[in-house]
C-alpha cells in the first residue's frame, strides 16, 4: 500500500459533526472537506459500525484522500450506533434509510456543499447505498456499491436457495456484540450511560426475527431493490470480489438496471479492493475519484470509457484455506450479459462421468446420502480474509458426495459468469437440500473449489411459497451456482459433486434424506468465453494508495484460526473458528479497545437432532479510570420440527455487572 500524503487540496476534519433529524435525534458524523471557499460535492458513508473507534483506521486512510481531491467527504453513524442517538433494531429499516435521505437533505444545505452527493459504502453501508437510491432523493447524483446485494433473501448472509445459512447465526452473533456497545462520553457528555442502558434493553435479539422469516416474504422484499430496478435513476458502480459472498449481485446489476452502470469483480474477499485479500489490491480509491470526478464534477475522467464488466480471470492454483494472492489477469466485457460467452453443456453418466453433450451416456439412477461431515471443509459463505477461511482440499468432501468428472480438458476453458446444474431427482423425504460443487482437478488430483450453489428443493418453484416434496417422486430442479471467474488448463478435470448436506455452512435437513439422479437427465451448464477482447489490454489500475495511515498500538496478540476436531470416542466433530483481534489502543482518542470472537459448529455422528452453533464475543473499550466491557453468547440447535435459540447478554462497568439479559425460545421450521 503505498500512502499518499499530498493532495489538490489541503483537508479539514472535524471529528464530531451532529445532523438533525426531524424527530429531534442526532446522527454523529466525521466529516472530512478540502479548504476552499468555493462549494463541494460531497460523499456520504453510512454505517453501523462506530466511526469513532471501530473503523477509525480504516476511515482514515480513504475519507481524507476524496478530500484531498475535492470532495466533502461524511462518515455518519446509524441511528442507535456509535455516537448517534438512539437504538438500532434491525438491518435497512424504513427509518434508517429516512434518516440516510434527510442526511442527505442536510449536506445539500450547507454551505460548503454545491448540492451534488455521491454515495460509498461496503456490505451495509454497500446495502443501503442502493436502497437509499432506490427512493431517488435528488441530492444523490451517484452511488458506489461495494459487497452488497439486491436481493436480500436469495443471496445475502441469511438464506441461499432456500437454504438456512450458517452465516446467518454468525452474522446474528456479531451485531449482538455490536449493539450492545456504549456511545463515547468524550463525544455524548454524561448522558452515555443513560443511552447504552436504552440500547442494552431494546435492541434486541437480531436472530429470532430472522429465523421468524424462513421464505421469501415482505420482510426480505423490504430493501430487495431487484422489486423494481426502474426505481434506481442514478448511475451505479457495483464492485465485489470472487471470495466475497456478494459477487453475483455485480453481474444482475449490469443486466437489469437501467442506468449508467460499471461492474468490478476482483479476487478479493469482503474488502474495499484497495486492502483487497487475496490480492493483488489495486488502486481503487483512483477508480473511485475517476467515478467522482465524472458524475458530481462533471469532468471528463474517461471512467466511462472502461468495459461495462471488468473482471479477475483466476488461474487454477492448488487448494488452500488462505491465499495471499490469485494469480490471474483482467477481462473485459463491453456489456453484460456478453455476446461473447457461449454455454459449453456437459451429461452425468453412470458410474461418474461428466461427458460432453451429445456424446453416448450410461442411464441408470444413482443415489447418496451424505454424512454431515460434508462441509466441514467448505470455509466461510463470506470470506474476510481474518481467518483461513476459504474451501479446502474439495476431495476431503467427495467422500461423502456423488462425483462426475470430465476426461482431462483436451484445452483450456475460460469460465465467465454462472454455471447451472439441471437434475432429475427424488427424494425419500418431504423436505431436503442438494449442495452441488463445481471443482478443477489437477493433474496430482487436488480438487479446489471454483464455485457451488444451494437448493432447498421444497423451493424448487418458488421461494415465497415452498411446497414439500412427494417421497419417491421425480422432480426437474435447476441450481444455480455462484458466479466465477476461473481458468481451466488443459489437462486438469473438470468435476461436478453431489451432497444430501453442507454443515456448517448450510444447516441441513430436519432429518436424514436420500436422494436419487436419474442421471442421463441431469446436465451441467458452464458460461465459458469464447476468446480475448481488445479491452483485455487495456485494462490497468494504479497501486493502491491511500491518506497517511491512523497510528495504531498493539497492546495484546491476537489469534485467528479454523480447526476441526474430531472425538472418535464420542463421535463429536467441531468446527471451531477463533477471530481474536487483541487489544489496540487508539492514541489519537486517546482509547483501548478489545474484540474477541469465537464460534464453534457440532454435531455427532448421523444425529440430525444433535446440530449445534454457538459463538461467543467480547467487546471492551478503556480511557483512563472509564472502561466498559460486554459479553454475548448465542447457542442455535434444531430438532425435526423446531429451531432452538438461546442467547445470553452481560454487560459490565469495571467489574460490575450492570445489565444481564437472557433468552430461550423455539421456532417452529418452515420447510427448511
Known amino acids: 500500500m503505498k500512502t499518499r500524503r499530498t493532495f489538490p487540496h489541503e483537508v479539514q476534519h472535524e471529528e464530531l459533526v451532529w445532523i438533525p433529524m426531524a424527530d429531534g435525534a442526532r446522527l454523529a458524523a466525521r466529516l472530512w472537506r478540502p479548504a476552499t471557499a468555493e462549494p463541494v460535492p460531497a460523499i456520504f458513508e453510512y454505517i453501523p459500525y462506530r466511526r469513532r473507534d471501530n473503523t477509525r483506521a480504516r476511515d482514515q486512510g480513504m475519507h481524507p484522500y476524496f478530500a484531498g481531491h475535492g470532495y466533502a467527504s461524511l462518515r455518519v453513524d446509524l441511528r442507535g450506533s456509535g455516537d448517534s442517538d438512539g437504538v438500532l433494531e434491525d438491518e435497512y429499516l424504513q427509518c434508517e434509510l429516512d434518516d440516510g435521505v434527510a442526511v442527505l437533505r442536510w449536506l445539500a444545505a ?214 495471499a494472492a490469485r494469480p490471474g489477469r483482467w477481462v473485459g466485457e463491453p456489456s453484460w450479459p456478453s455476446g461473447n460467452i457461449e454455454e459449453r453443456a456437459f451429461t452425468l453418466s453412470y458410474p461418474g462421468r461428466l461427458v460432453a453433450d451429445g456424446a453416448p451416456v450410461e442411464d441408470q439412477s444413482m443415489s447418496i446420502e451424505s454424512p454431515l461431515s460434508v462441509g466441514l471443509f467448505a470455509g466461510k459463505w463470506c470470506s474476510y480474509a481474518a481467518a483461513p477461511d476459504l474451501p479446502h482440499d474439495q476431495r476431503e468432501e467427495d467422500g461423502g458426495s456423488l462425483v462426475f468428472d470430465t476426461l482431462p480438458l483436451e484445452t483450456a476453458l475460460d469460465v465467465l459468469g454462472n454455471p447451472w446444474l439441471d437434475l432429475e431427482v427424488s ?99 458452464v458460461p465459458v468465453r469464447r476468446a480475448a477482447q481488445a479491452e483485455d489490454g487495456r485494462i490497468g489500475f494504479g497501486r493502491a494508495e491511500s491518506a497517511p495511515p491512523l497510528a495504531v498500538e498493539n497492546r495484546a496478540p491476537g489469534r485467528h484460526c479454523w480447526r476441526v476436531l474430531r472425538d472418535l470416542g464420542t463421535d463429536v466433530a467441531t468446527l471451531e473458528v477463533i477471530n481474536d483481534d487483541g487489544t489496540v489502543y487508539l492514541p489519537e482518542v486517546d482509547l483501548e479497545m478489545q474484540r474477541s470472537a469465537e464460534e464453534r459448529y457440532s454435531y455427532r455422528g448421523y444425529d440430525y437432532d444433535s446440530l449445534r452453533g454457538e459463538t461467543l464475543w467480547r467487546r471492551g473499550f478503556r480511557r483512563g479510570d472509564w472502561s466498559v466491557h460486554t459479553i454475548t453468547r448465542t447457542v442455535l440447535g434444531s430438532d425435526r420440527d423446531c429451531f432452538h435459540l438461546r442467547a445470553e447478554l452481560d454487560a459490565y462497568e469495571g467489574e460490575a455487572r450492570v445489565f444481564a439479559k437472557n433468552w430461550k425460545l423455539s421456532i417452529p421450521r418452515d420447510l427448511v
Not at 487475496?278 to 475522467?301: M, N, T
Not at 480438487?447 to 422432480?475: E, I, K, M
Not at 488443459?490 to 439422479?517: D, F, K, M
Open 427 to 525: 427424494a425419500d423425504r418431504p423436505v431436503a437440500m442438494v449442495a452441488v460443487r463445481l471443482s478443477d482437478v489437477g493433474v496430482d488430483d487436488k480438487a479446489t473449489r471454483v464455485t457451488y450453489g444451494l437448493l432447498n428443493l421444497t423451493h424448487r418453484d418458488s421461494s415465497s411459497v415452498p411446497q414439500p416434496l412427494v417421497p419417491g417422486q421425480f422432480y426437474r430442479v435447476s441450481i444455480k451456482l455462484n458466479d466465477c471467474g476461473q481458468r481451466l488448463p488443459a489437462g486438469n478435470r473438470l468435476r461436478i459433486a453431489l451432497s444430501t448436506s453442507y454443515w456448517p455452512l448450510a444447516w441441513p435437513a430436519p432429518e436424514p434424506v436420500r436422494l436419487t439422479l436419474r442421471v442421463a437427465g441431469c446436465r451441467l451448464r
Open 110 to 323: 450547507q454551505p460548503w456543499c454545491n448540492g451534488r452527493i455521491g454515495m460509498i459504502g461496503i456490505s451495509w453501508g454497500g446495502f443501503n447505498g442502493l436502497q437509499i437510491a432506490a427512493m431517488a432523493p435528488p441530492q444523490l447524483r451517484c452511488i458506489i456499491t461495494v459487497c452488497s446485494t439486491d436481493d436480500r433473501y436469495a443471496d445475502d448472509v441469511h438464506h441461499m436457495g432456500g437454504c438456512l445459512l450458517g452465516d446467518n447465526l454468525s452474522w446474528a452473533s456479531t451485531m449482538f456484540a455490536f449493539n450492545s456497545l456504549p456511545p463515547d462520553p468524550v463525544m455524548v457528555g454524561a448522558r452515555w450511560r443513560e443511552q447504552w442502558m436504552e440500547r442494552l434493553e431494546h435492541s434486541g435479539l437480531w436472530l429470532e426475527q430472522w429465523l421468524r422469516h424462513q421464505r421469501r416474504d415482505a420482510y426480505w422484499r423490504h430493501g430487495s431493490i431487484c422489486e423494481d430496478w426502474s426505481a434506481v435513476r442514478c448511475p451505479v458502480f457495483a464492485v465485489s470480489g470472487w471470495a466475497d459472498g456478494y459477487s453475483n449481485a455485480v453481474f444482475r446489476l449490469l443486466e437489469h438496471l437501467q442506468v449508467p452502470r460499471l461492474g468490478l469483480v476482483g479476487p478479493w474477499s469482503h474488502k474495499y479492493p484497495h486492502l483487497g485479500v487475496p490480492g493483488p489490491a489495486i488502486g481503487f480509491l483512483q477508480e473511485a475519484v475517476r467515478w467522482w470526478d465524472y458524475w458530481l464534477a462533471e469532468k471528463e475522467s474517461g471512467i466511462m470509457a472502461e468495459p461495462m464488466l471488468r473482471a479477475w480471470v483466476q488461474d487454477s492454483v492448488p487448494p488452500g484455506s488462505y491465499y
